[in-house]
């Protein structure tokens, strides 16, 4: 009986936190939204007014459909219930069309399919090792990573503000994630193959599951000292995963594979005509090259060492182009940043092979994926390095080593996303959201491992405490200035720039945490 109270206690502070966020969802209904608006107005009168076979060639609005086909089939699920509140905006005709009845419905189609999130979020914080016993719940793991995963501040904004439907996603990615520690291996590919046709960006961390289920699941055993024991490989547990592959790949696929437009499909899902950089540019490698590039050129210029006239026109502008040359450095290709990407996964997915070290190895894997692709990919959204936010929450809940690193991602990433909100009246909204949720984050773990050394050092303290004076020069000293006029997009560049230095030094700081780490004997035979 006492355990049964536990448990109904542990379910009413869930349903308290879920309860929370989603009423806090509710007030963020009028706030300003971007164009993503409009993409998915659109997507739902495509899907609701043409045949299957029309759907990726349609373009009477520029925000054509770009999604794989599961997506475009939760679009046309959505259509049906959209056309009860407002049937205009089924309209194809009708662009960037929004009505009140639009606008409600859109928000709360993004605050109701979060429910899966928030089911996936209670099903990750059974996952957690519960050998830290608090008396206080608040200073529980469990409680503590519900609170970073549901009331994650990127997540909230760029969801329910910016608008989009990643709550959802993360959802399917975050039940994956479980099921693969709850040694689930078939559930956990299954939810992970079905997330990969609703958006193509987890292909980015798909390596970790590939890898982590061949060596978890396909091999039944390991040797006395950790190595595989190759005698043990199943093909039985092999052609089961290959089915389930084959088969969502099916669903999806299939129709337009009939039709013969599986190029046409693979030439909307996969647009490199679009320039290296998002117009915002994400805090990545490439930033940092674009800055350099910079640069040199104004330096080259002063020096005479540069002909004016022969500097391409869009490198001197503020990034905020699709096509971006560079000037003085060599320019990028698409190949060249594929490249990259798969030389910096590599050592992780080798680490996660040769040293494994169950759910927490896998883990580890996939946040190295997910920000490897992040440093190193091509047109990357800034919005991506939730990939890699959500899934160290995980870890950070676990040790103190993996929290230090975590607090600095998340914080200079959650920064980084203050450009995608330029409006006004979201200037306070956006600042307290973001100070309650990292002071909660510092502050949590803090006391979380509090018998251990300090999560950060000096430098990286005062490196995070700098984000305060950059944010007062770019919202306010800025704007006030005779440059805004000559340069508008100096903000910009110095946000990506300065948080780039961060997001770098945290993944470097994991991948050496994870080269480095010893694995204990138990660990070995686990």
């Known amino acids: 009986s006492a355990g049964r109270a536990m448990a109904a206690g542990g379910r009413s502070w869930f349903r308290a936190l879920a309860l929370g966020v989603s009423f806090l969802k509710c007030l963020l209904i009028p706030a300003y939204y971007s164009t993503d608006f409009e993409v998915h107005r659109n997507w739902l009168a495509i899907t609701h007014n043409l045949p299957l076979s029309q759907w990726y060639y349609e373009a009477t609005s520029e925000w054509t459909l770009d999604y794989p086909p599961f997506f475009a089939w939760f679009e046309y699920a959505l259509s049906h219930v959209a056309k009860y509140f407002d049937p205009k905006m089924l309209v194809i005709e009708n662009l960037n069309y929004t009505s009140h009845a639009t606008v409600f419905f859109q928000r709360f189609s993004v605050i109701f399919t979060d429910i899966l999130f928030i089911y996936a979020v209670r099903e990750c914080c059974r996952c957690v090792n519960g050998k830290r016993a608090a008396k206080d719940i608040l200073e529980k793991p469990t409680f503590i990573l519900a609170v970073l995963l549901l009331w994650n501040f990127g997540l909230l904004i760029v969801d329910h503000i910016h608008f989009q439907y990643n709550g959802f996603l993360f959802g399917l990615m975050l039940l994956s994630v479980a099921r693969l520690c709850q040694k689930r291996y078939l559930e956990g590919a299954l939810v992970f193959a079905v997330l990969l046709h609703f958006k193509h960006i987890y292909m980015y961390v798909a390596p970790a599951y590939g890898i982590y289920l061949l060596r978890s699941y396909c091999f039944t055993a390991n040797n006395a000292d950790g190595s595989l024991k190759w005698r043990s490989f199943s093909f039985l547990h092999v ?106 996964i590599l050592p992780s997915v080798f680490c996660l092979w040769f040293k494994p070290q169950g759910p927490r190895g896998f883990l580890q894997c996939l946040v190295l994926c997910a ?39 998340t914080t200079t990433g959650h920064f980084s996303l203050f450009p995608l909100l330029f409006t ?37 303290t005062i490196y995070l405490i700098q984000l305060v004076p950059l944010e007062i020069f770019c919202e306010i000293i800025f704007p006030l200035t005779p440059w805004k006029r000559h340069f508008p997009f100096v903000p910009l560049l110095l946000t990506s720039v300065y948080c780039a230095l961060g997001v770098t030094y945290a993944w470097l700081k994991l991948y050496v945490s994870v080269l480095t780490e010893r694995i204990s004997v138990r660990q070995k035979a686990d």
């Open 239 to 344: 052609t089961l995963l290959g089915l389930i592959v084959c088969l969502v790949s099916a669903l999806s696929l299939g129709p337009f594979i009939v039709l013969g437009q599986l190029p046409q499909v693979i030439s909307r899902l996969f647009p490199f005509k679009r320039g290296l950089c998002h117009a915002y540019w994400a805090p990545n490698f490439w930033a940092l090259y674009n800055a350099v590039d910079k640069a040199l050129t104004i330096f080259g210029l002063k020096c005479n060492f540069l002909d004016p006239a022969k500097i391409p026109k869009a490198s001197m502008t503020g990034g905020l182009v699709q096509e971006f040359q560079h000037t003085v450095l060599p320019s990028v290709t698409p190949l060249a940043t594929l490249i990259c990407t798969f030389i910096s």
């Open 371 to 409: 920000l490897s692709s992040f440093m190193f990919g091509w047109h990357v959204h800034e919005k991506a390095i939730l990939l890699a936010i959500l899934p160290l929450s995980l870890l950070s809940v676990q040790r103190a080593k993996d929290a230090g690193i975590y607090l600095i991602l």
């Open 424 to 460: 006004p009246p979201e200037l306070p909204i956006k600042i307290l959201l973001m100070l309650l949720f990292t002071v909660y984050s510092f502050s949590s773990l803090k006391s979380l491992f509090r018998r251990e050394k300090p999560l950060l050092n000096w430098l990286e």
